[in-house]
């Protein structure tokens, strides 16, 4: 017996047209019938609508729940999120202001990647945030501790910010600090706080100024008058505090003669491609330098830092794209460039790298919440790329962000992989190229 079908429709809600036509094919008729959008069930929309109507968390609203996010997002990768669960946790009423879901994005843009619809977790979560914190919510402590240390001395450690340039001392090259010296140069190194005053970053550091030196590039550097560049604290939703960042940072940098920028870590380098720019047009000050981030300002002299690259590094070495560089800024070949120009050097590449490239768990205000993030996943971020880079055997994990030589290092402590891989800035590995010595 054949189903009647037309007993199963409720007919007032059929379209049909005499002739529709769909890339090109004529449908006539039932060929084209659709039905009109009805309620499946129903849910809570105050949260969303909340969301939605915050400049930034507008996309939100687009989300139809394909999923293709989560499978993507390296949160979810050693835990339970993606924008996806996040909109599903919204329509379930959950108060997303109050929740720890709205700490645990690293805004590293992999979901955006891949969303058919753009919803854009990199807007969202910091205009989440924002509201969180102008409202009243809890932040997390160790947040808010890194936010009061940048408020009060311009770097999250809370050292003192006479102290920012000690580091110099021991760089054995000469270094133009210009508040003493006053001169103008082609180049300000903008430092940045962890290279500035963490031990490991220090190391980089003082790699970055010898190979300078050598390469004859005419530099200099802030010392006590650079502070914080703010884009990871904006990221975290402390608006106030980045835009107090952005005024001092911009006004120092007008004090000062220099041609270009040259900077560490690519959230500084998000700050002044990206947010500098927005913020200076907004509030009418000036800001029309030349960015680049070192592996791009080294890779562009390439023909003649290689010459001077004569000590063979026989490593195995992989590399860790930061997402602030990749996936935000399109930048994947600089850095793999610089590595390709050690001799001896061995490149293998992890499973993620590149677009599809893991995250160290350092973005979006996750460099100040590792305690926080650990109560919500298996393993941190860190870790799972530590397990990446080594499963790939690997013995060096070079880097080029800040943020992540002291997180991946201890990373491999926690795996119990000390001795197995060792953690690099590739500036490390090409003042080592260049001198010899670790310079580690
Ligand atoms: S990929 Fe985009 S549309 Fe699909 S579930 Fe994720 S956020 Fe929603
Ligand atoms: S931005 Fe990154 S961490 Fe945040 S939800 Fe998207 S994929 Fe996950």
Known sequence: ??????????????????????????????????FEQRVIWDYETGILDQITSLPGGESLGYCYQCGKCVGVCPVD????????????????????????????????????????????????????????????RPVPPELQKAFENIAR???????????????????????TVLPQSRRPVDVLLYVGSYPSYHPRGQDAARAMVRVLDRLGVDFGILGPEEKEDGDSVRMAGERGLFEMLAEDNIRTFARYQFERIVVFGPHEYNAFVRAYPRFAAENGFDWSYQVLHYTQF????????????????EYTVTFHDPCYLGRHHNEYEAPRRLLRAIPGLKMVEMFRCRENGYCCGGGGGGMWLDSFTSGYTRRRLSEQRVLEAIEVGAEVLAVCCPYEVSRFEDAVKSTGNDGRLVVRDIIELIAESMFGGDTK
């Open 77 to 136: 990768i050693v835990g339970n999120y993606g924008p996806r669960k996040i909109y599903r946790k919204a329509q379930l009423g959950t108060d997303l202001f109050s929740d720890p879901d709205l700490w645990l994005c690293t805004t590293c843009m992999n979901c955006l990647r891949v969303c058919p619809k753009e919803v854009n977790m990199v807007e969202i979560m910091p205009a989440m945030r924002a509201f969180a914190i102008n409202s009243g």
């Open 1 to 34: 017996m054949p189903t009647d079908w037309s007993k199963k429709v409720e007919k007032e809600r059929v379209l049909e047209k005499e002739v529709a036509v769909v890339e090109g094919v004529e449908l006539r008729g039932m060929w084209n019938r659709m």
């Open 153 to 175: 001395y311009g770097n999250p450690m809370g050292e003192s910010p006479r102290r920012r340039a000690d580091w110099v001392k021991t760089a054995g090259v000469p270094v």
């Open 298 to 313: 080294l890779a562009s002299m390439l023909d003649r830092l290689q010459p001077l690259l004569v000590r063979p590094l």
